[in-house]
């Protein structure tokens, strides 16, 4: 069984994929000339405190708020862990991330997708590394090593990238925030923003869960291709918005 100094090292690898990933993404706009998309992420202060929050938040709400099983599923055993893994728990957890990120962005007067997405990848980051700890040391005290390196995989190379994906799905369509026009279409807006990170969430713990339910790996190898879309929708969406060059002005000079 590896030590648990080793575990908590191996839980904030994606933390450092995501600062690699921020750094590059403000790289890219600095040469691109399009430094007015990551105004926000590049503030180390505002990344950081969207790991740190982001994973307090989640937790919190995670723990603190327990929806309880409504009472027609009291009886069925799979109903219950369809509800708490498939519906509460990214509910509940979706919803103190996306909070976090209205705080930051009120703070920090996000105005991009680029800037909603990374500062929505480290909030997803961060609280993935707090439950990737919580599940090592759960193993570790129950000495099993199976379950140990199955968690290791699972968790830090998937898992992870799901969190990030799923508020950082959030992260973007929060960034159209000077788009408010009205009450309604910021309605609609915050209503999109979580509707797309719960779904993102709640498919991978579906599948993960009808794979352990059943012992099949079907459900298990479609669940791995949420992670891969993840991925290209993040690249696709970053060089969309790096590339992209505002409409340029047109002034009527008086001669």
Do not use: C
């Amino acid at each position: 069984m590896p030590s648990l100094t080793f575990s908590f090292l191996l839980a904030i690898v994606p933390v450092l994929a995501a600062f690699g990933l921020r750094s590059a993404v403000i790289r890219h706009a600095s040469d691109r000339g399009r430094t007015e998309q990551t105004v926000a992420s590049s503030k180390g202060g505002m990344f950081g405190a969207s790991l740190v929050l982001g994973g307090i938040g989640g937790v919190v709400f995670a723990v603190a708020l327990q929806l309880p099983v409504p009472s027609s599923l009291a009886g069925n055993p799979w109903a219950q862990m369809y509800w708490d893994f498939v519906l509460a728990g990214p509910a509940l957890e979706e919803l103190g991330k996306g909070l976090v990120l209205m705080f930051l962005f009120g703070a920090g007067r996000v105005f991009s997708r680029a800037d909603g997405l990374i500062l929505g990848i480290g909030a997803g980051v961060g609280f993935a590394a707090l439950e990737t700890m919580t599940a090592f040391i759960i193993s570790g005290n129950a000495g099993d090593a199976e379950g140990w390196w199955t968690a290791a995989v699972i968790r830090v190379f998937f898992g992870a990238t799901v969190h990030a994906g799923a508020t950082g799905a959030m992260g973007m369509v929060l960034g159209h925030l000077q788009g408010w026009r009205t009450p309604t279409h910021g309605l609609l807006t915050l209503t999109g923003a979580y509707a797309a990170g719960w779904s993102v969430h709640a498919s991978w713990n579906g599948l993960m869960l009808l794979g352990e339910l059943t012992e099949s790996v079907g459900p298990r190898a479609a669940a791995l291709l949420i992670p891969a879309g993840i991925v290209l929708v993040v690249i696709r969406s970053l060089h969309h918005d790096l590339e992209r060059r505002p409409p340029a002005s047109h002034t009527n000079e008086v001669t």
